[in-house]
Nanobody, 116 residues
Framework: QVQFVESGGGLVQPGGSLRLSCAAS????????MGWHRQVPGKQREFVAR????????YYADSVKGRFTISRDNSKNTLYLQMNSLKPEDTAVYYC?????????WGQGTQVTVSS
């Protein structure tokens, strides 16, 4: 069972940038499609981005396309999300998981707050 630990969140002003990281345990990481999701209190968790095993194929939610970039380093068992031109509506808890996500693999997430 692969487990994930997210980090890199914080408070940033509108227009700023953050880079999230997701450390995966176990040896299966490189064989998994991976994704980022986010959740605002009182709302359903929503898809943000996904990446194929080798990192060559990516998909993004329309709301983040052109601003966020998903990447991975299989040698480090780590997934990344580079977030630029952040907006207040990007405020959420961000989670990584295999894609499609499994209920048992959700981590604690990392809080991103975009506010002036």
């Amino acid at each position: 069972q692969v487990q994930f630990v997210e980090s890199g969140g914080g408070l940033v002003q509108p227009g700023g940038s953050l880079r999230l990281s997701c450390a995966a345990s176990g040896s299966a990481f490189s064989s998994l499609d991976m994704g980022w999701h986010r959740q605002v209190p009182g709302k359903q968790r929503e898809f943000v981005a996904r990446i194929s095993t080798g990192g060559r194929t990516n998909y993004y939610a329309d709301s983040v396309k052109g601003r966020f970039t998903i990447s991975r380093d299989n040698s480090k068992n780590t997934l990344y999300l580079q977030m630029n031109s952040l907006k207040p509506e990007d405020t959420a808890v961000y989670y990584c998981n295999r894609f499609p996500p499994t209920a048992s693999s959700w981590g604690q997430g990392t809080q991103v707050t975009v506010s002036s």
